[in-house]
């Protein structure tokens, strides 16, 4: 057990200048572990779009990532509006981004399809007007 | 260069004056600093050579390491001095470049060459580059060697983002020893090329270079260190008299100040920054995928470009105002195509490898177990980055004690609670029978 760090961050969702600062400060972390660069890279991009995804859809909500020396694993939840129709959102171009936030670069659809392609493993569970959770698992010495 | 030396720092502490305050451990952007027993201490591994802590020193105990023109007496036979454009920024109402160069022909050179030359040629070289599309973008500049030191500690992902093209200086010394041996036929050991730099980084550059093998300049000067002299004979000169010597232009000039380098290019989507923080900035939202749009990237360490640099006799502000006075009547480079390009000079040899400094350990299981204890020290530290305990803040010190480097007791407020503990126990046991004694 004394191999598993745990870290914890809390979301905000009002603060958009804040956002992806949990993903930054997960891959500072790593990079002090001595993580292979590809290895951080597809951790700090999952965990960044997961983050986002959470403060532009879900009003933020709370991340844990167990780091051990075989894999990453992020949990991110949230109380948000949940997710009617999972297959849908994961696919390419998908998105319900308001103009504002499009404005701002966001909303290209490819958010959660990146997640899916970074990590090794993604599981979505939602409910609609309770919240939802995504677990994404991101092996260390193997490619996803 | 001593081949078992495995780093060489031009910044260096005079040990005599330091007084042990917190400033430069503070400001080093790479946490390299500690103060031990009252004296800073650099760590070779981490130090990028910026020379921050050199700038911020109230004590002036830091300082760069060169050679002055009188060490050079003896050794060449034909010495050739190597200006970088910030140079010509540090004379007041200069509107001829050839006052410069003609007084370092009386200041005691043989020869000038002008790095100006060297940045002409990577301009045309990385327009060709960016053209044939086979650089990863975004591309980042090679030229400042404290930010590429600063990738190859610090950003993995961005190691081949970097422009894999020599630094102008070590293009323009190849070029002028090449020169000046058609000149004089001397052999090319008989050359002395001597480079005037702005700051420390390229000094250390020039014995260890990154990318290439060897940088071709035998010694650097400081243009703080020549600028009086040199602008002594300057002042003797009479315009009519100069000979005509300088083929700088206003692309390669502009180098010198933060933009040049980019604008050059003629590029559609560039950013440009100066400032070691925000060059960190930069670098993370360039790993982070956020600017992945862009073509090219510059980023200069010192504020305002290298005519921050720390060695500089005038204020950064100053000098760029005075360099784009100088720029309105240079000429812009020519074209010149690939063919007439020297690639031998212009190429890095040497892939730039990421060096992962920072890590905690080498195994990634024990790194991990350090990291946990790092969390737990640091939530038993008071978190007011003060700095008295000689690591810049609470966290650099919780890393410094998984390290083996440092106790919890350099933590001044932590020893402080063990003292009154202490002391209350002695108070306890000596009048077994009183109250506790008064705390403060
Ligand atoms: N945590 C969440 N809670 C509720 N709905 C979500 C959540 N995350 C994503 N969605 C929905 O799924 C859609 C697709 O998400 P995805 O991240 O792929 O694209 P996007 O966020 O709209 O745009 P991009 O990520 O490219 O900026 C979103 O538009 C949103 O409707
Ligand atoms: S030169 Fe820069 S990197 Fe080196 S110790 Fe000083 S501040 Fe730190
Ligand atoms: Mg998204």
Redesign the interface.
């Given at each position: 057990m004394?191999?598993?760090?745990k870290l914890h961050y809390v979301v905000d969702g009002n603060n958009f200048s804040l956002a992806?600062q949990a993903?930054?400060d997960v891959?500072k972390?790593l990079?002090?572990?001595?993580?292979a660069?590809d290895v951080?890279?597809r951790v700090?991009?999952a965990m960044?779009e997961g983050e986002m995804n959470m403060v532009i859809h879900a009003d933020g909500g709370e991340i844990d990532v167990d780091?051990?020396?075989k894999a990453v694993v992020m949990r991110l939840a949230d109380r948000g509006p949940g997710i009617a129709d999972i297959d849908l959102v994961m696919q390419e171009g998908y998105s319900t981004a308001p103009d504002d936030i499009r404005a701002l670069g966001f909303g290209a659809g490819m958010g959660l399809p990146n997640m899916k392609k970074y990590s090794n493993d993604l599981k979505i569970e939602s409910q609609l007007g309770i919240g939802t959770t995504i677990t994404m698992r991101v092996d260390?010495n193997s490619r996803g | 260069m001593n081949k078992t030396q495995k780093f060489y720092h031009s910044v260096a502490l005079n040990a005599e004056k330091c007084r042990g305050c917190t400033n430069c451990i503070k400001r080093c952007p790479t946490e390299a600093i500690r103060v031990r027993n009252g004296k800073a201490h650099i760590r070779a591994e981490r130090c990028i050579d910026c020379g921050e802590c050199i700038k911020i020193c109230p004590h002036h105990a830091k300082r760069a390491i060169h050679r002055h023109f009188e060490d050079l007496e003896g050794l060449y036979e034909y010495l050739v001095a190597l200006p970088a454009p910030s140079l010509y920024g540090q004379f007041n109402n200069l509107h001829n470049i050839d006052f410069v160069l003609n007084g370092l022909l009386h200041f005691g050179f043989d020869d000038v060459f002008e790095v100006t030359r060297g940045a002409d040629m990577i301009t045309q070289y990385t327009k060709i580059l960016l053209a044939e599309g086979k650089l990863k973008k975004p591309v980042i500049s090679s030229a400042c060697p404290a930010v590429v030191r600063l990738i190859r500690a610090?950003f993995?992902?961005l190691c081949q983002h970097v422009l894999p093209v020599a630094a102008p200086y070590i293009v323009a010394a190849k070029l002028a020893r090449k020169a000046a041996i058609a000149k004089t036929g001397l052999p090319a050991e008989k050359i002395g090329i001597i480079l005037i730099a702005p700051c420390p980084a390229k000094i250390t550059d020039v014995r260890m270079p990154v990318g290439v093998k060897t940088s071709g300049i035998d010694a650097v000067l400081a243009i703080d260190d020549i600028y009086k002299g040199l602008l002594n004979e300057m002042n003797k000169l009479e315009e009519k008299d100069l000979q005509p010597l300088s083929q700088a232009t206003a692309t390669g000039t502009s180098w010198c100040i933060s933009g040049g380098e980019a604008r050059a290019l003629k590029q559609d989507k560039y950013l440009i920054c100066n400032g070691v923080e925000n060059v960190i900035e930069a670098l993370?939202e360039t790993?982070?995928?956020k600017l992945d749009d862009l073509d090219f990237i510059e980023l200069k360490a010192c504020t305002e470009g290298c005519v921050g640099g720390v060695l500089t006799a005038e204020s950064p502000f100053v000098t760029q105002s005075r360099v784009y006075r100088l720029l309105k009547n240079l000429p812009p480079a020519n074209d010149i195509p690939k063919e007439a390009l020297p690639l031998d000079i212009l190429d890095w040899t040497e892939a730039l490898e990421?060096a992962?400094i920072?890590?905690?350990?080498?195994d990634?299981?024990t790194?991990?177990?350090k990291?946990?204890r790092l969390?737990e020290i640091v939530k038993t530290l008071p978190g007011l980055d003060c700095g008295s305990c000689g690591a810049p803040n609470c966290r650099a010190l919780a890393?410094d004690i998984v390290r083996g480097e440092s106790s919890e007791h350099a933590c001044f407020f932590i020893l402080k609670n063990k003292i009154n503990r202490m002391y209350q126990e002695i108070a306890i046991s000596e009048h077994p029978q009183e109250e506790k004694p008064h705390e403060k």
């Open positions: 004394n191999e598993i760090l992806g993903a930054s891959k972390m990079k002090t572990l001595g993580m660069p951080i890279r700090s991009i960044y780091v051990t020396p260390i | 610090r993995p992902e993370e790993e982070d995928g990421y992962p920072f890590q905690l350990d080498g990634l299981t790194a991990v177990q990291m946990r969390e890393e």
